[in-house]
């Protein structure tokens, strides 16, 4: 099967600091890869240039669209760049107050996404709203409630309802559980896996958290110092590791 998002050679630095060595990635259709690595190991940017946010000094990232045409993805203008993340593109933000129009209701948040591809019966796009409101378990009747009235937890989850509305086949997500208690974490986690199964989404997520990774993903891509030190499936990853810095981050997870 081809590959949905390959990026080869992809370097870049910021002054004299190396963020991203000689790195390349591909993602298939419904294929779910984690990036992970500790703080300032590249990962995040490595999303950001991925999904066309931020420009590498070298290497290229490409697109095969549904009708199997390919792009360049930093040679692609704004507005085509801006529409992609409209339409076949998501993106899920650390902050969800990043993701979401916090003076816009929920259901407003929802059916902008909706907007934005083309929808334009009222009726229809407030029950496509109710009906995701449900499925991130969130209750319909806030569906005019405005989203900084909601805990951080039910945010997320809206900006997760926001992102899939319109079924994009590839999603980003930088670190969507940071920042929530373990409990809320956990049912986060279970909604996002539950929901990418359903949908058969592809996802590139960046995530510090190895257990999120084994319960997500189907790859591992691990990082440190910007380079990918070790890739592959997730449990040949974690439970065979061979680089060094693998094996000291699986044994921080079983010591802790």
């Known amino acids: 099967m081809s590959a949905l998002l390959e990026a080869h050679g992809l370097n870049l630095r910021f002054g004299a600091v190396p963020a991203l060595e000689d790195v390349s990635i591909e993602v298939h259709p419904g294929e779910v890869v984690a990036i992970v690595g500790e703080s300032g190991s590249g990962k995040t940017t490595l999303l950001r240039v991925l999904s066309g946010m931020m420009r590498p000094d070298s290497g290229e990232v490409r697109y095969r669209d549904p009708d199997g045409a390919v792009h ?31 003076r816009v209701s929920a259901g407003g948040n929802i059916g902008e996404r909706l907007m934005a591809t083309g929808a334009r019966h009222y009726g229809r796009i407030r029950t496509e709203a109710t ?32 992102t899939l509305v319109t079924r994009p086949r590839l999603v980003f997500m930088d670190e969507p559980t940071g920042g929530l208690d373990v409990s809320v974490q956990a049912r986060l986690l279970d909604l996002i ?23 997500l993903a ?33 044994a921080s997870v079983l010591a802790a």
Do not use: C, K
Request: charged residues 25%; without cysteine.
């Open 72 to 102: 360049v993805i930093h040679a692609m203008g704004e507005a085509a760049l801006r529409q992609l993340h409209r339409t076949d593109w998501g993106f899920v933000h650390q902050n969800p107050r990043d993701g979401l129009r916090m």
């Open 131 to 162: 009906e995701w409101l449900r499925r991130v378990e969130i209750d319909p009747e806030r569906i005019d409630g405005m989203p900084a009235l909601f805990s951080g937890g039910m945010q997320q989850r809206l900006q997760i309802a926001r």
């Open 218 to 250: 189907h790859r591992l891509l691990v990082m440190r110092r910007g380079q990918v030190v070790e890739q592959g499936l997730t449990d040949r990853v974690l439970d065979d590791p061979q680089h060094e810095y693998t094996q000291l981050l699986v």
């Open 193 to 215: 896996r539950a929901l990418v199964a359903d949908l058969g989404i592809a996802v590139v997520i960046v995530t510090h958290d190895i257990a999120a990774a084994r319960l």
